[in-house]
């Protein structure tokens, strides 16, 4: 069984840092693991996505330069850095695992986590 668990969330104000990990359990295969968030209001959308294993990452031009996805393979935990926050960002991030969508940033993955929130001020 799968498991997804995200935390680092929380609230910071414009222009600060914080630091997402999802930790995977049950789950080892060297697919593309995924970070996707969504606001109130609005649709989730992909933010950043890694293969597992490999060195490729994708980001949504929205964060390109701010955030940076990570793994660390011992752990089975992925991270998202991310920097220079905008009050844009807000929103709950989820992690995801096992791509089978057309893109890694689509959102055709068999597992997801149940989301971390993230809050920036102005």
């Known amino acids: 069984q799968v498991q997804l668990v995200e935390s680092g969330g929380g609230s910071v104000q414009a222009g600060g840092s914080l630091r997402l990990s999802c930790a995977a359990s049950?789950?080892?295969?060297?697919?593309?693991m995924g970070w996707f968030r969504q606001a109130p209001g609005k649709e989730r959308e992909g933010v950043a996505a890694?293969?597992?294993?490999?060195?490729?990452?994708i980001y949504a031009d929205s964060v390109k330069g701010r955030f940076t996805m990570s793994q660390d393979n011992a752990k089975n935990t992925v991270y998202l850095q991310m920097n220079s926050l905008k009050p844009e960002d807000t929103a709950m991030y989820y992690c995801?695992?096992?791509?089978?969508?057309?893109?890694?940033?689509?959102?055709?993955?068999?597992?997801w986590g149940h989301g971390t929130q993230v809050t920036v001020s102005p």
């Open positions: 995801a695992a096992d791509s089978r969508g057309d893109s890694p940033l689509s959102l055709g993955y068999a597992y």
């Open positions: 049950g789950y080892t295969d060297r697919k593309f």
């Open positions: 890694i293969l597992i294993g490999g060195v490729t990452s």
